[in-house]
């Protein structure tokens, strides 16, 4: 009998790289910017579905989930032995092992003293930081932002990073109207984290 499960969990999941997001989502099209993001990162197990047929493609990521892919990207290491320096990551949550573990690798460092916020969405600036965080990368010395109307409304905390996001490719900012900007203080879409996260494993190598 294990056997056969063994087998029928292998079929499905073979059966399920051979589908397409486009198939499985009915708000994914193949002809958007964003498709080959989601496919990959659904076809990977990083990322799911938000339930009845819909990725969400327009919904805000927040920071727990963010956390989440980083952590289901690394393979969900053990956290056992490492300490909780949150006082709002319950036990138990989807996002509490993932939050603890990028914690003590030094990728997030919360809101405040105490605080990750995981039901908060995530900024775009704050995923240029995280994702700086979690490939120990070192920015050049080039100014990138100056380049976008609004690169000075990047925090002073994010400028390095999302200094490093640009030049890298991984944010390519936000067409409104004849302008591109960062928008960094602008929540990040899934479609948009779909797209960066493959950029960025793409990066990575």
């Known amino acids: 009998m294990a056997a056969l499960l063994a087998e029928a969990q292998e079929a499905m999941e073979e059966a399920m790289n051979l589908v397409c997001a486009s198939d ?41 989930q963010m956390v989440t892919i980083l952590y289901r990207i690394a393979g969900k290491p053990s956290v056992e032995g490492l300490e909780n ?14 939050v603890i573990w990028a914690a003590a690798n030094g990728i997030v460092e919360g809101m405040e003293e105490g605080v990750f916020a995981p039901e908060g969405a995530v900024t775009r600036q704050q995923v240029a930081v995280i994702l700086y965080r979690h490939s120990g990368a070192e920015a050049g010395n080039e100014d990138l932002l100056s380049s976008y109307p609004d690169g000075k409304q990047v925090a002073p905390y994010a400028r390095q990073a999302m200094n490093w996001a640009v030049s890298q490719g991984l944010i390519r900012g936000v067409e409104n109207g004849e302008v591109t900007t960062l928008s960094p203080a602008a929540t990040a879409t899934r479609a948009q984290m779909a797209t960066i996260f493959l950029r960025y494993l793409e990066q990575q190598g």
Not at 85 to 98: C, I
């Open 85 to 98: 320096p949150f006082r709002d990551v319950a036990e138990g949550r989807y996002y509490t092992d993932a």
């Open 24 to 64: 499985l989502f009915r708000d994914v099209a193949e002809n958007t910017w964003y498709h080959e993001g989601v496919d990959y990162m659904v076809r990977q197990g990083y990322m799911d579905g938000m339930g009845g047929g819909l990725f969400g493609v327009n919904g805000t990521m927040t920071r727990g």
